[in-house]
Every structure is written in C-alpha cells, then in structure tokens.
C-alpha cells in the first residue's frame, strides 16, 4: 500500500513568489491534514480537508491556502513568500474524519525562501 | 483549549539507558493519545498510541500509558539503541479529529 507522497520534496524560491505543493494521501482516506514544521515554531496546524471541504483551519495568514480534490489529493499554495516561510510542509492523511484516527505523514516539502 | 507540554531536549543517552519524556496534556472531553517519532529527513511516523485511560501503547520496546488522574502519557524504554536517536513528538486527538503536538524532544543515543 503506497504511503502519503508529498511533491516536490525540496523547492528554493525567492522573496514574493508563490509556490503551490502537492498532496497524494493513501488510498482511501479521505482527510487530509497540513503542517508547517519550523525549528523555532515546532509543528503548526494549518489546514485539514475531508471530502473537498476545508473542515479546520489553524491561524496562518490568508496567503496560506489549500484544496481538495475529488481523489482525494490536495494541494497548498503559498502565495507573496516572506522569508519567515522558509519551512519543511507536512501532509498527512488519515481514513475518517472524526473518532481516533491515526495521521499518516508523508516525507514533506522542504522549501526555502531567499 | 486543547494543548501538550512536552519535556524539553535535547536529551542525550549512552546505549542500552532507560529513556523517559514526559508528556503532559491539557484537554476538553476524552482525547486519544499519540507518540510520533521522526528521523532525519523524513516526516513523522507514529510509535504508538492509547485511545482511553489506562491503556497502554506499545511498539518497538518503547510505551506509555494514558493517564487520566495525572493527565499525562509519559513515553518509556528500558534500553535504547542509536537507531532511537530522533526527535520525539507526544500529541492528543479531540472528537473531531483536531491534533495537537507537542514541541518534540530530540534524542540523541551514543555508543
């Protein structure tokens, strides 16, 4: 069974660009969750789909923004970069969207801002 | 609100030491319970996890138990190896499958 896939793996971009990541999750499972991981700032919620719908947001500025697929796969666009973006982006699905569900990671993007 | 304090790292260990992070966590309702563990260049992979109280998650030597009446989930091995080293992350799930991490505790094991 294929995992989380997360593509590009590593991205440089410059200082107002914006940058859109891709999000295959497992067969399957319908949630999709967004994390931005930083080493000052840890791992931060930003946005979780299920059924193409944007079920919860964390507190990320609008230039922040992602969608479901009907597949399933999801994207993340980022747009007017700031250098404070520089971060590793983490997908993870999971196969319900309520009760105790496991999340499963994909390896993440890695991008940086210059 | 729904949080998780972690212990601070980074904690280093020599080969075959017992290892504890303490976890604790703040939450509304009964969340489940889960230890991440993530190694260099990659994203997180769960260790182990405990859904209501007093059950134990265990895997790969490492476990915790989810305690109510301290509100914690301590993560526990009796004899670490230096493919442990990783950075460790403790997190609670609410009802509508919201997580919440914890910082992350980085483990270094030396020979």
């Known amino acids: 069974k294929a995992g989380v896939t997360q593509t590009p793996r590593y991205l440089i971009k410059t200082r107002g660009q914006q940058v859109t990541l891709s999000c295959s999750p497992i067969s399957g499972h319908r949630s999709v969750s967004w994390y931005q991981q930083t080493p000052g700032q840890g791992l931060q919620f930003l946005f979780e789909?299920?059924?193409?719908?944007?079920?919860n947001k964390g507190n990320f500025p609008g230039r922040f923004s992602g969608r479901q697929f009907s597949n399933s796969r999801s994207e993340m666009n980022v747009s007017t970069l700031e250098l404070g973006d520089s971060a590793l982006y983490l997908c993870?699905?999971?196969?319900?969207?309520?009760?105790?569900?496991?999340?499963?990671f994909g390896a993440g993007s890695r991008l940086t801002v210059l | 609100g729904n949080s998780v304090t972690q212990m601070e790292g980074p904690v280093t260990l020599s080969e075959e030491a017992f290892l504890t992070i303490n976890c604790t966590y703040t939450a509304t309702g009964y969340p489940s319970l889960f230890w991440y563990v993530q190694y260099p260049g990659e994203g997180l992979q769960l260790l182990l996890k405990a859904t209501k109280a007093d059950d134990k998650g265990s895997n790969k030597g490492f476990e915790a138990t989810y305690r109510k009446e301290t509100t914690s989930f301590h993560l526990e091995k009796g004899s670490v190896q230096v493919s442990d080293s990783a950075v460790y992350f403790c997190a609670l799930s609410d009802p509508g499958n919201q997580f919440y991490f914890g910082t992350g505790t980085s483990l270094t094991v030396i020979p």
């Open positions: 789909y299920f059924s193409e719908t944007q079920r």
């Open positions: 993870a699905s999971s196969l319900q969207a309520s009760g105790a569900n496991v999340l499963t």
